[in-house]
């Protein structure tokens, strides 16, 4: 067999000359799937501490563990940000003075830290939010360990950050680790505001440049979208804009950037949008959509 | 950079006590979702022998085998539902002496592993009801190694036991972690009869109070739901009932506690249903709810 | 407690005998997802080398670790196919000489990796369509390592190799563990063509007839499907076909084995088609099928 | 580099052929290494419960742990015995009907366990031993969890039990084992009395045919060997036999199958002994042995 | 099988009652092995940063890494001290008042990062001392990755520290682990000067109350033991002193609690010493010791 | 405690660059003592084929495992004697082009895996040797898994043909790798010759200019050493030489590198020899070296 595969495996490595599009082989790495989703881990340990570990921990040793996993992440966090930076720079997408990328990258390292607790606020807001709109949440700890919508949202605004900041990649990479954990798909882009609640939550999307205000409650199969995708556009405004107090329930589509949902509306499940609704509006699918007749034997 | 991270530090340390509402650093510890995903793991061994095993398995080493998982889950049960009950405990929604917490937890394990075999015999109608049910199945042994579907009832038929048994936290935890992995996501506390068959399965929500009976077949996207959500009605049947030999076809809706779909019903796919519907009805979409035209060039 | 256990474990044992359908315990092994998990990282690192690798690559090791690759799934191959073969030779439903398993398991090994350069060759394809489809997407290497479209037709072109070599199981198992990933759900029978991008992804479901032609774009919660499910009926064609160019928005069904979306057509978000469109048509939900009232106080 | 390895592989795979003394590459496994490492930590957790776990054990779940430790070593063992057993009865060494080696591995690991309660007395007389026979022993725990010779010891009584019912490799493999970690090298068919002490232990070596009575205590690099090696002699008794309450100090080296070191005898550090010592005797190297004389400059 | 194991599985469980020296089934946990194992580690990657770390360290992130290994270290540090000094609190042999265990572990913790830059100075010349010392060694990073003796003595000077604070069990723990990974038993409570030398070391002994100056040499199967054995003695000093500048070859046997080697002797191999020498002496073997004849055919 | 760490870890941190000898903070890389034991576990494999694996080996997966294994193993032998090279092109002791170590270190280890047969036949008859030599010996499967000697000998002719190939470091850390797990120090420098048998191994210690013959067999605690060690001699001969068919009896020292025991001798346990012996001589300890007296009661 040792001989059959000799020819295979030369057309394998030739063929990495021939479609060299889809290899990474030379250059400096990119950052690691692997690394990011452990950071996720150690970030989430950082933002609901208690919660994950099999040990008691009491307020001494928190704030040790805190200084330890802060140090911890701040290695792992300039590495693969440098890594990041470093690749545009050789791309050219990104203009960063080629020897600034280690500096830069322990810059954003020092804000991200500097901007945990304002990410914590948020985030008890959220749990608060999914507490009261769940009928069926039993306790804010059955929040925190078993809903998907409340993690998503936490990477969300992990991931927020970095965009901000102009991190390449490691911001997708830390949304598409969390949408194959829990099917929902929130661009790093996205800006969302305090108090977001997503319920089950299989099949939300949230595109790029979607704004979303305070006390909005989201259900399963929401995609807020965009109407073209016609790539030379740019990165105008192309997601809608979900004002405060807005309920959007499941299924619902609401897609292009000048659809905008105003204050206090509820949208039907199943509802498909592509204009703006005025503030204080409910939408819903009309009824007598479907047949009923008897079931042939 | 050590020096620019210790105010970052202190910060964190001290939004622990400013947003005290998402620690959980003090008292006893939780129980563990990596513990739960163990045990689980453990339990799928038990249901179906010599699945996922490397090894063969022949009738004397499946005797010991069983005996040592019935063990090693049983200690890994108590730990896990004795944190769960000292947990409602002390925050008061469970009425428990607290010293009997350990004693409790040993009587609901003992309970569950004389329960495993009534839910083996579920499963295997399970099983065959996928076989049936679709066409691509090619053998018993696909389905069991490769319908996400049954993963996910296997695991709701686990943690319906554990929730029937007020057990708190861990049945909700089984059932995310199940939710993760296959996009269907089933509350624990759903009533679902014999022969249940999902197909494919990712966006499925199944809500709390769910009641369905026997032969039931259900595909992706299906919403079983509630129509309002105040959560001062408490634990009131807010999901629908389906009654026996039920087909509900992708995506479609139904919501309202009081909404049952009658014996023998077709349910069509996309239908948005919030009424009962009579016994052997076929319900559908009406046809001609869209436009064709021709494309601009 | 250890008393209380012995009659559970006795009624667990038996019931391996009464229920027996759903147990594995006697034969030879299976194949296990654990091995095809391991197979498809290595055959995606064989696929798009220097992605998810910690080390930098460059061309002399590539080539060295190109071959160590190959030989280890080579072996792992062989023996997880070997399996899969003598379980269809004993179940009687695959036509094999039985001795000619571990032979045949051999074929399609060096097969498969002869069929590799093409497999590469379409992916590139797939990419530069992807990032030419999405006007999020910032880079290639962003296609690469964070859309999950993009890993599930990876997935789908090594488990479809399988499948056209009647290899039981396998293909299957592959399917459902890029479907648990990334909740896109491709059956390894499905037929799909060049430059395929699925953007967004949770939820699309592909059945094992689909014929999809070339420079095909289907957003999440497609599904492809059967119209009826009679098991009778053998592998007829069950499922659409699908055109050159087509684009198919969220959340649109087209099912049925006779139903063709022609050349160049645009069938919009949530579409609901039971027969076939002609080329170059557009096809979307009529206006007003919603109501917009003000929201009750 | 591909193409420079090309030819050295050929060589390897051919010198298999060539030296294939030294391969195991048909017929049956071997026991592993790996799996008697595993097996000789769980029966040190049941031999010393609560030393070596990181959770507390208390009355109930010591019954439960004791339990899946059984069952689990018991199919271990039962695995690695029916190796060794069916080895010898290729090889012919060892009279065993082909058929029964299952069998005879089920027997010999139900006795094992039943064993089990007399070498816990044993071991608890050694570390008695130990206590009294340190100066520098704090503590009964010390012993347990700081002291080579009694997991050497330990090892020992376990590997003896199974040369006695003739289990051909597991012992010596269990031997080595424990003397790579302590640098102490019991061959397992050495017979050793009530609470018999090792001190340092480093360098100590205990031949087949050694019989050591009770009360014995022994230093670092104590010999008790053989004199003549000729292998045609069979298992003849060719190492010494040790009565009651002796203590043999470092170093001290005994030889000889006819060698027999009387009742309450003290055998001085470094001395060399091929005869017989009588009862209640002091044996030391004579003083004024070596030279002192100033140093050179 | 399993019917035949129920009688050992109770007869172990009750020899747990009947043989209870040797279980810790109650009270608090001691100090695990494999913990002490993982902090020797942490510890050896403080005092040589950059050996056995496998990405390059530079000056900044040497800082980074420093803190975080401090902190996880002392986490470690503080909870395994905590059971050793509750252990000696719960047995009585070590006064300390109950609830200041925690406080008194923290204090002793933070002593020892205090102490390790003088650990580090000792170590820098132990290693220059080995370097001088073996014509064999080539640099000194051959030293510090592949010199047994110079692990045994880092290991010793921490342990040292620990014995010093009269924490129980830990430092003997340390010995012990490092006693089997390079046959060399050094006491944690021995006294070692500077620029200390072992080489080879296999079988080296160096007792509890040993005292040893600067620059001294010594070599594999050296001992420094006691005379006698007497437990009711106490801690009195049993174990010789070898003063500055003193090489002692291998074998060499040097007992006592009152014997001294004076400044600069020079002890030969196999030298069984229990009483003083002067300064400056050289001790060895009288030759003409051993008999040469012919061999017999 | 946060703060009381403060200090201490600037302490460190600046200990690190008052001693700095210690550390390895700049530069590439020292070769990984992991990566090393890993390489050594590998070789292994190549070595005795079908020992220490888990699963049933047939001639066709052999061929296709020892490629998969030569490749794994090519590029890790490649990076590490990479790493080596490079460390003494810096360090300036070994003369090699800088840009050359790449390619050297592929030549040599291409050099390596053409060397292997030769490697295997010489440790074909090492077992052999064994076999007979040592009459508790049961079987030749017996001499591979359980045999520290055998291990030991295995790792010095690897080691070996590093060390000729003039590779710093690593041959050295082979060496203290396997004197760690079974007390025996061969240094890589030695030159033994066929069938050389090592009896229980622990405290042989062989230095680095030693020569052995053929058929030679030794026991524990042998020492093959040197007389002075004066480091500016540098590199001559200063260990003993043995000629063929010589047997050393466990304890016995023989010094000097003008020492010479010629062909055929029995050097007796515990002799100490610093000067020639003829060929054909036996050496033993006078008798009657000690005092033998009644035991005070």
Known sequence: MIERLASPIASIVSSYDTYGLINHTSGNNLPSRESIQQILRDIQGLLFPGFGESELIDPENLHLKTAERVYRLAQALVAEIEKSLSFTCRTGTFSCDGSACREMAETITVEFFSALPEIRRLLSLDVEAAFQGDPAAKSIEEVIVAYPGLRAIATHRVAHFFWNRQVPLIPRIMSEIIHGETGIDIHPG????????????????????????????????????????????????????????????????ILGGETTIGEGCIIGGNVWLTESVPPHRVVYVKTGEHIIKPRKK
């Open 190 to 253: 996205a800006t969302i505001g305090e108090s977001f609640f997503i319920d089950h939550g299989t099949g939300v999307v949230i595109g790029e440049t979607t704004v979303i205000g305070r006390n909005v409650k989201i259900y399963q199969g929401v995609t807020l979208g965009a109407l073209s995708v016609d790539k030379s556009q740019g990165n105008t405004k192309r997601h809608p804009t979900i004002e405060d107090d807005v309920t959007i329930y499941a299924g619902a589509t």
